[in-house]
């Protein structure tokens, strides 16, 4: 049978409380510490404070763009069919109300388009050039501003920079009716009396687009130009 080893009182008492010790470690390291701990805890906190308030602001200001926007295209959709109204001129002062953000961007090729419409076609070529200045053909955006240039050069009878723009975008697809636009490269092609590339490019639709339903319309084209029609 194990012997039982009496520990009297005194000794008890002289003995380390371990819960105690723990604790004054505790209270030490803070004591030495705590300023420091405190000031991090509060610059996280002052962080994340800016970044919600940053956030909050955020969506603010793209509520206010998406709610100007809306403005626009209804005024659009009740004026545009009105010639006499200056819809174009009426957009545009909305326009300069915008941030800079995707929202101007729309807002940018809406006007662009009802000035295109107005066959003011120097405004429109100023708002389609800025917004392809800023992007490439591979964004949609960059994609649709050079789709207005073409129209719009084609407008003022500048079919060879027209054919330019024209020839940007067939090179670039991006889920655009191409066949409309291999058209116009080709109309252009021919007004500025070019024919052997108007020929090229009819005769590559006639490859590309063999199931479009107006196919003959290009095949016609090609034997008028070809002296066999």
Not at 41 to 63: E, W
Not at 110 to 118: N, Q, R
Not at 174 to 199: H, Q
């Amino acid at each position: 049978m194990a012997k039982r080893v009496k520990v009297s009182r005194k000794e008890l008492l002289k003995g380390e409380d371990q819960f105690l010790s723990t604790s004054q470690k505790v209270t030490a390291y803070m004591s030495d510490h705590g300023p420091l701990m405190l000031t991090s805890v509060g610059i996280v906190i002052l962080l994340f404070a800016l970044f919600a308030g940053y956030r909050y602001n955020q969506q603010r200001q793209d509520m206010r763009m998406e709610n100007l926007y809306f403005q626009m295209v209804q005024i659009n959709k009740e004026k545009s069919d009105n010639k006499t109204e200056n819809v174009a001129g009426e957009l545009e002062k909305l326009l300069v109300q915008f941030n800079e953000g995707p929202q101007k961007v729309r807002a940018s090729l809406l006007v662009a388009e009802e000035y295109f419409k107005a066959e003011k076609y120097d405004k429109a070529i100023g708002l389609y050039s800025g917004i392809a200045d800023r992007f490439d053909e591979n964004v949609l955006s960059g994609q649709l501003s050079r789709v207005g240039l073409a129209y719009s050069h084609e407008g003022k009878q500048d079919y060879k920079k027209a054919a330019e723009f024209y020839k940007t975008v067939v090179n670039n697809e991006n889920g655009l009716p191409l066949f409309d636009m291999y058209m116009g490269l080709a109309r252009c092609y021919e007004l500025s009396t070019d024919k052997p590339n108007a020929l090229t490019t009819l005769r590559e639709m006639e490859n590309k687009f063999q199931n479009h339903p107006q196919i003959d319309s290009v095949r016609r084209k090609i034997a008028k130009l070809s002296g066999k029609a």
